[in-house]
């Protein structure tokens, strides 16, 4: 009976009329307007109109608590819900720890929650339910922080579809992309898909504006990555404190497959704890010493008995080809492929290469004859995003269904390989181990070369992570991984299957401290701690705190007090002393370093050169203003080949050239150094020379040269290009919030916000429309237009089977994920422009309490619901105040 009452109090009061065109509305308000200028009402008329808001306000609250648990059958959600991951996902049951999990106490009643279970165990699958429940029941906005910028992207395209039905807004934080601070809607809730760097400046902007309580959910994926040593892991921290700090009724649900010391991270986030070791599929580890198969046994008491002799190789191998591959890889790929799939996870990008090639020369040349037509289409899709180019190796290996996939490779690439093997025309990668913690590819057997990343030996995190793509949920009973194990490193692996997962540390104190430093810079612009005793009351609440005073650490004050000296001596805070507390407050350069956010190590190096530049900007080119956004902190990722150095500024034009000398890169100290003597200009800054030859990169891909050009012409690998490019278009824009912070830095606002676009797509303006669709990059951008769609409306109205035989190589999954990715942008766009047509035809007023009062009557006549006035006029007021 009660929810028959509240669901008629909704129809007959809460739920709008019709919309209409944007044409009807404008001129309904305007005559509205219109009306609104007439004499008031009666006294008794005025009293009528309270009471009755009274009632509907009542009626609504009541509503909105009973209905927030109670919206729909599905877990809270609506059936459509369910019936979108049937359609999309294939999902038309849950495990039944997803179901317990869903129904936990702490969900319901929306407390912190920590959960952990194994790789591929359907985590992701949770956390996107308690999403959309936020987004769709509570109406409140949520935040998906994601490790890593190619799963933000694969997210926003897999949720899309789900976005375009369920008529919510997804929004990408990752690179360059993402506003800040976010669009207020009136109309629509959003879902912001973030990295860790991105999220962090994303609740700095809410926090400024006191608008972080629009965040109802905060999501985090990969909650280890606490105790990544650098930037992230602290960038990470600092990010939940904030939330937990200022916003108590924002919730925080953390997963992960690896944890350890899970009670600090528990206290931390004040949260309750779900773990289980559910896996979908039986994993049977193994570890390969010589010509023996040992089984792994994790649960065995002695550590002598986890590894156990299982059976001896039995591959019969000729005698080359026991020398060229001794350790049998040939025999364990082709005990699955090609029916099945197979990860083969090796040290470095160059063994990856190696491994790949060598195989294709040992397999037998039948496998050439699988799936002829897809590999076909795939080297052609590869040749169209290369502009006519393929990779050597990956043009000969292709035909046999093998391929490689590491960093080294663009974007485009990775995603046509990885398209291609989730659709089995590909049957085995020879990958490094960022693809275990990236995209999701699970495969029938997976083998790790050797026990390293690199030059160290693995993680037991890392292990995990790389043997858990093992089994194919729905496709196979069971998956397998081998370690291929030298005999002088079997001790080492034991142990390590052995230990439990390494414990996550907070890396506030990373580089000496500089996480925390940049935590109080944080603290102190944002005004959320402006004296020292609201400082050690905030920094009480961080995960450093909890595991300084779990280990009886008594050097916390010491820490926090040297971190802010060190502050103060670099000109970013001053201290005053107040009448009970010393005062704290950012300096000009601090305000414009936190709100870049710009790295304390350069802010003050930033500021000269951008000092420096205004003197003489040479703006007849990109190359000077290139320079300064350049960033920093690659200039160690790769030396300059003096001779290739030398060759690119000798084809400079004089204009260039004078950019160069200003910038502090004589020509004539780059001859000697190509020619081998000794350089005479000891005034010449090294670091300075270094960034430069970034910077005649970034030019020669910004001039629109093919990025198999420019790769060839540094002798770096295309990978690092786009990353570089990447990285440039990522702080440009904290480039311009800096300049945007310091009112000299006026001239190069302007200048800076065109570089930031221009950065981010580096393409012919005709495919710039199209990229700014997630998931569609340059080459997919360059088909599409081929193929005649030249704009966003084009896509969005397309067939998904007429993309499937359109477009090379597109898998019919990817084609609905664009076009879903299309609507919910094209949706996006429309309601911006819907909402500010709206405000151009509100009805002028003297003050914001006559114009709320004369909106209401009119809503009111509507059937407008009061607590759509509220929420409207609560909008209204807040931008304005903004605007002045």
């Not at 920590?114 to 769709?136: C, N, Q």
Request: with cysteine; glycine share 6%; net charge neutral.
């Amino acid at each position: 009976m009660k929810h028959q009452t509240v669901a008629a109090i909704k129809s007959t009061v809460s739920t709008p009329k019709p919309r209409g065109s944007l044409r009807d509305r404008i001129k309904q308000a305007l005559q509205t307007n219109i009306k609104n200028t007439t004499p008031q009402a009666t006294k008794t008329k005025q009293m009528r109109d309270e009471s009755v808001t009274k009632v509907i306000s009542a009626a609504m609250e009541t509503y909105e608590k009973t209905s927030e648990y109670d919206v729909g059958p599905f877990y809270g959600l609506p059936s459509r819900v369910k019936e979108l991951l049937v359609q999309h996902r294939g999902i038309g049951k849950l495990y039944d720890w997803q179901h317990e999990c869903l129904t936990l106490d702490t969900v319901q009643r929306r407390g912190n929650l920590i959960y952990s279970l194994p790789t591929s165990g359907g985590k992701t699958l949770v956390a996107e339910i308690l999403i959309m429940k936020e987004i769709l029941c509570r109406k409140r906005d949520t935040l998906l922080v994601l490790p890593f910028v190619s799963i933000v992207q694969e997210k926003v395209r897999t949720i899309a579809p789900f976005a375009a039905d369920l008529d919510f807004v997804v929004e990408e934080y990752a690179g360059s992309r993402g506003g800040f601070p976010p669009r207020k809607r009136r109309h629509k809730r959003a879902l912001y898909v973030a990295t860790i760097e991105k999220a962090n400046s994303l609740v700095n902007s809410l926090v400024e504006l006191g608008r972080l309580q629009e965040i109802g959910l905060v999501v985090v994926d990969e909650l280890h990555m606490l105790g990544e040593g650098g930037s992230r892991g602290a960038t990470l921290e600092m990010c939940l404190a904030k939330v937990l700090y200022i916003c108590k009724s924002t919730q925080i649900i953390g997963m992960s497959a690896t944890l350890n010391n899970i009670q600090e991270l528990q206290t931390f986030l004040s949260a309750e704890v779900y773990s289980n070791n559910f896996r979908p599929v039986q994993l049977k580890e193994y570890v390969k010493i010589a010509d023996s198969i040992f089984e792994v046994n994790s649960k065995a008491a002695c550590p002598d008995e986890q590894i156990q002799f299982s059976r001896m190789v039995s591959y019969k191998y000729p005698r080359e080809m026991q020398s060229r591959d001794p350790d049998h890889l040939v025999g364990m790929v082709m005990d699955v492929i090609p029916a099945h799939s197979c990860l083969v996870f090796c040290p470095t990008k160059k063994n990856c290469q190696n491994v790949v090639d060598m195989l294709c020369k040992l397999l037998p040349r039948k496998l050439r004859g699988h799936k002829v037509p897809e590999k076909k289409a795939l080297l052609k899709a590869l040749e169209s995003d290369g502009s006519g180019t393929v990779c050597p190796v990956l043009k000969y290996t292709v035909p046999f269904g093998l391929a490689y996939h590491h960093s080294g490779l663009t974007m485009d690439e990775r995603r046509l390989i990885e398209e291609a093997y989730s659709e089995g025309v590909l049957c085995l990668l020879a990958c490094t181990s960022t693809l275990a913690a990236g995209v999701n590819l699970p495969a029938k057997r997976v083998i790790l070369r050797a026990p390293f990343v690199g030059a160290d030996f693995i993680s037991r995190a890392q292990y995990k992570q790389m043997v858990g793509r093992a089994g194919r949920a729905g496709i196979d009973s069971s998956g397998e991984s081998v370690t291929i194990v030298k005999p002088q490193d079997k001790a080492k692996m034991a142990e390590l299957i052995g230990r439990p997962f390494e414990s996550c540390r907070s890396s506030l104190m990373y580089d000496d401290g500089k996480g925390l430093r940049t935590l109080i810079l944080n603290l102190i612009g944002l005004k959320i701690a402006t004296s020292k005793e609201t400082m050690s009351t905030f920094l009480s609440h961080t995960l450093f705190s909890v595991q300084c005073d779990s280990q009886q650490d008594q050097n916390f004050l010491e820490f926090t007090q040297n971190a802010l000296q060190h502050l103060v001596e670099v000109g970013l805070v001053t201290e005053k002393t107040g009448d009970v507390d010393t005062l704290l407050e950012v300096t000009r350069l601090g305000q414009a370093s936190f709100k870049g956010p710009i790295d304390i190590k350069y802010s003050s190096q930033l500021y000269q050169d951008l000092c420096k530049a205004q003197e003489a900007l040479v703006v007849e080119n990109s190359l000077h203003l290139l320079y300064l956004v350049t960033p920093y902190d690659m200039v160690d990722t790769v030396r300059p080949n003096w001779m290739i150095y030398f060759r690119q500024l000798s084809q400079l034009k004089p204009i260039e050239l004078k950019a160069a000398g200003i910038i502090g890169v004589p020509e004539g100290f780059i001859a000697r150094k190509a020619s081998g003597q000794r350089a005479r200009q000891t005034s010449v800054e090294e670091a300075v020379v270094n960034r430069f030859y970034l910077t005649l990169m970034i030019y020669s891909l910004m001039k629109q040269h093919n990025i198999w050009d420019v790769s060839e012409k540094f002798d770096v690998p295309r990978g690092f290009l786009q990353n570089l490019l990447s990285s440039a278009a990522s702080f440009c824009a904290c480039v311009l919030h800096f300049c945007e912070a310091l009112e000299e830095m006026w001239p190069l606002r302007v200048l800076l916000d065109s570089l930031v676009k221009s950065l981010s797509y580096c393409v012919t303006s005709e495919l710039i429309p199209l990229m700014e669709v997630s998931g569609v990059k340059q080459g997919r951008a360059r088909q599409l237009y081929s193929a005649g769609y030249k704009t966003i409306q084009d896509l969005a109205h397309a067939e998904a089977e007429t993309l499937v035989q359109t477009i090379q190589h597109m898998p019919r999954k990817v084609a609905y994920q664009i076009i879903a990715a299309a609507k919910v942008l094209i949706s996006e766009k429309a309601e911006s422009l819907l909402e500010e047509a709206e405000d151009l035809v509100a009805m002028p007023t003297d003050g914001v309490v006559g114009s709320v009062a004369m909106e209401t009557d009119a809503m009111s006549l509507d059937g407008w619901s009061q607590d759509s006035q509220n929420q409207r006029w609560s909008q209204v007021s807040s931008k304005e105040t903004e605007s002045q």
